[in-house]
């Protein structure tokens, strides 16, 4: 089935651990996103990926990693300089044909809840 | 970037339409407008997308303006099953900088 897989569902960190989190999509999709959502609140995107070996800060970037070494994968690390790293942790993609299509739909993952012991 | 503005929550009974507003003032032209569903703990799911003038399809419509400065989602019928938030998306010609709002959350009562 196509899709984006990410893992793991629960993740928890210790203090000054960093912790990666795992997005894969074999849909083909040129276009990776990755979010944070806190209780209540609507997704704010941390980082962004329009193509392979590249990558764009989002809102909230701080405290966080991505690296974009294949177009299926896009790995986010949550570092010790993330103070605040408890939250839900959506990654998502399209297929950035823009200006072909004019439209993009961004397709989520099930997502992973990350939790501070 | 084109920000948009809904009502925090909004509560509804089954079997009844209804209606969710989404202001983007700033809108670009090249802009689309889509909403997406989302359950606690899940993913949001898309529902529709449209550009102007009026989008159906067999979940939701998407009613536009003219002015394009804000948008309607319509939900027929709604039921237990729809109680999610839903969120309106306004993205920019290269899609880089769609942005969630916190959403409107929708609660259906019996």
């Known amino acids: 089935d196509g899709g984006i897989t990410q893992s793991p569902k629960y993740l928890f960190r210790k203090e000054g651990q960093n912790v990666t989190l795992s997005c894969e999509q074999n849909l083909n999709h040129d276009a990776m996103y990755w979010y944070r959502q806190d209780p209540g609140q609507g997704l704010r995107l941390i980082y962004y990926s329009q193509i392979v070996n590249d990558f764009q800060k989002g809102d909230i970037a701080e405290g966080y990693s991505v690296s974009r070494e294949k177009k299926e994968s896009f790995p986010l690390t949550v570092t010790s300089a993330q103070k605040n790293p408890t939250a839900f942790y959506l990654c998502?993609?399209?297929?950035?044909?823009?200006?072909?299509?004019?439209?993009?739909?961004?397709?989520f993952g099930p997502g992973t809840r990350l939790l501070v012991l | 970037l084109a920000k948009t503005t809904q009502p925090i929550s909004m509560d509804s009974y089954e079997g009844q339409e209804v209606n969710i507003t989404c202001s983007h003032n700033n809108i670009a032209t090249n802009d689309y407008i889509t909403w997406y569903q989302q359950f606690p703990s899940q993913g949001p799911r898309f529902i529709i997308q449209?550009?102007?003038t009026k989008v159906t399809n067999e979940v939701a419509s998407l009613f536009i303006p003219a002015d394009r400065k804000s948008s309607t989602l319509s939900l027929p019928r709604v039921s237990l099953s729809d109680t999610a938030v839903y969120y309106c998306l306004v993205g920019d010609i290269n899609g880089n900088d769609m942005r969630f709002g916190a959403g409107t959350r929708l609660t259906v009562k019996p």
């Open positions: 449209g550009y102007k």
């Open positions: 998502a993609s399209s297929i950035d044909l823009i200006r072909r299509l004019g439209q993009e739909t961004q397709y």
